[in-house]
Each structure stands twice: as C-alpha cells, then as structure tokens.
C-alpha cells in the first residue's frame, strides 16, 4: 500500500464509492424503479384494451380500429423514445402511411376526391397523432422531473448520512460507522471464511503537544494523522477515529502476513509526518491482529486489538505488536 495511487486503484475507488452509495440509496433507488414500472404496466394494460376493442368491434370495425391503434402506438413509443426531430418525423410518417392504407379514390374525378375526403381525413389524423405526441411527450418530461426531484433528495440524503458518520475534525469515519462495518466484516468472515485486519492505533506524546501547544495544535496534529490514515487505504478499508487520540483501521481481505506490513507502514508514515514545528515528537502504538475466523463479537475484536496497542505502549511505544491469536 504506497502512497501514491495506482490506475487501477482510482478505478477500484470510483467502483466502491458508487458500490457503497448504491446500497445507501437503495430505498430512494426503488422510487425510480417503481415510476418506470408504472409506466411500463399502463403501456401493456392499454395494449390489451385495445386488443378486446378491436375483438369486441368484430372483423370489419376491428381492422379499421386497428389500423388507427396501430398508428397511434408507434407515434407514442417515438415520442416517448425520442426527442422533438424523431417525434414529428414518426408524426409526419405514420400520417401518411394510415392516409394511404386508407386511401380508396372512387370517385370519377381523382382531384375532387383528393381534396373533399382525403385532405381532410389526412388532417384529423395528423390532429390525433400530434395530440398523441404532445401528451406522451408532456408525460414523459413530467416523469423525468419527478426522476430528477428523487435524485436530488437522495443525493441529499446521502450526503446527510455520510456527514453522521464522519468524525468532523478528521473526516474519517466515526465510532458508530466503525462498529457497523466491523459488524457487517466479521458477519462476512463467519459466512463466507473471508479473513480481515484490523488496526487500533494510539498517538504518543499527543498529551504533551496539548499541554504545549493547545488544543489547536493538538486538532493539527489530528488532522495530520487522519490524512496520513486515509490516504494510504485501499478504497474497501474503513479508516475511523475512534475518539481523542485513538484510531482504528479495518482491513477487508486482509490477511496475517499484510496486516502486520500495513501496521509498519502506518507506524513509518507518522513518525516521517510533518507536524507543526517546534512542538514534542508524536509517533504512534499499533495493535494489529488477523482475524482468520470470526471472533465472538465486535467488543472481543476490538478488545484484542487494543490489548495489542498497549502491549506496544509498554514496550516502548512507536512500534506495532501482532496479536498471538491473529493468525487463528
């Protein structure tokens, strides 16, 4: 895990980050879905009167009925398919396909016939059909505003989610969101055997960059090992703070030879930081442990891991320490 990102980890991100708000808007998802199925029953149901119409008006009705419904159909499909220019141009086609399907010039001077019956007819289907087109095509904006109103809501209501769940002065995630995706971790690895890390790290001389430098400087020092943190996950990992100066990492996937590497590697990143000049040296405990079976519950898991941290904390700090039962 370097600090600069990879191609195919960006991708990875992009793919996660529309994963994770895929499954957080699935409920605002369903209102679409439910609009298009609407839509799509209305189109079959009418296709069905139409058919008992044209049953019920008998052989030769039925084909006049028909040959009308037909017309109509194929100006509402364009017109709720396309925009302006394929609409009057399936207007302008399906009025002189049904005019000359009903064309019949039986009187003796063609001319008269023309202009007495089939320029009329001609121009009360082109009234029907354009009526057809603008309701269809009112309808379908109507639709799409009502798409674009559920988009927005659930845009921001997920924002307003992620915001509950971001710890404020680091943008990590919180306590709570940390306590959920360990949760969902160990109830994947007692299902499908998929193992995961996890991490909890503690800042050394943090009480002494507060007592030196106030709680400005100790808000600093945070934000810099929160970004430290998150810009070396993978997109799948869940980089939280945990409250004070205490942090933890889940690792998804990860197995008893990567954790402890992803610890140390941690451990290098902070002590290398640049932290505010002038102020004590911050470094930091790591407790990691692999978990290849589920353990009990979050709290044993989270147990472990910080047993891990202040066994690092008592061995001299500014170093990881690997749980022994991580690779059970």
């Not at 195919?8 to 409920?27: C, F, N, V």
């Not at 001609?122 to 269809?136: H, Q």
């Not at 800042?203 to 090992?225: I, P, S, T």
Request: glycine share 8%; aromatic share 6%; net charge positive.
């Amino acid at each position: 895990m370097a600090a600069r990102r990879s191609p195919s980890r960006l991708s990875w991100s992009r793919w996660a980050g529309r994963l994770r708000i895929g499954r957080l808007g699935r409920a605002e998802a369903g209102s679409a879905g439910q609009l298009r199925r609407v839509v799509r029953r209305l189109g079959i149901g009418l296709l069905v009167a139409a058919s008992l119409l044209v049953l019920a008006l008998g052989p030769r009705a039925g084909a006049e009925v028909a040959l009308a419904l037909a017309h109509l159909a194929v100006v509402a499909a364009a017109s709720w398919r396309f925009g302006p220019a394929g609409r009057w141009a399936t207007v302008g086609l399906a009025t002189a396909g049904w005019s000359a399907a009903r064309a019949e010039v039986t009187a003796p001077d063609w001319a008269e016939s023309v202009t007495t019956g089939l320029t009329w007819a001609a121009g009360v289907r082109l009234g029907a059909l354009t009526t057809v087109a603008l309701t269809v095509a009112a309808f379908r904006d109507a639709v799409r505003r009502v798409l674009r109103a559920e988009d927005a809501l659930a845009l921001s209501l997920l924002r307003e989610r992620d915001s509950a769940r971001r710890d404020r002065l680091t943008r990590l995630w919180n306590s709570r969101y940390l306590h959920e995706a360990l949760e969902q971790e160990i109830h994947r690895c007692r299902r499908y055997g998929r193992p995961f890390g996890l991490l909890v790290l503690d800042l050394d001389g943090f009480k002494a960059v507060n007592d030196l430098g106030g709680h400005e400087a100790g808000d600093r020092v945070l934000q810099v090992v929160g970004r430290a943190i998150r810009d070396n996950c993978r997109a799948t990992d869940v980089p939280a703070r945990l409250g004070g100066d205490e942090f933890a990492v889940i690792l998804p996937e990860a197995s008893r030879l990567t954790v402890p590497r992803y610890a140390r590697k941690l451990v290098d990143l902070i002590e290398r930081a640049a932290f505010l000049p002038g102020l004590p040296r911050v470094t930091a405990s790591v407790g990691a442990i692999a978990f290849e079976r589920a353990p009990a519950s979050v709290r044993a898991a989270l147990a472990a891991a910080d047993e891990a941290m202040y066994a690092a904390k008592r061995e001299g700090k500014n170093r990881v320490v690997v749980a022994p039962g991580a690779a059970r």
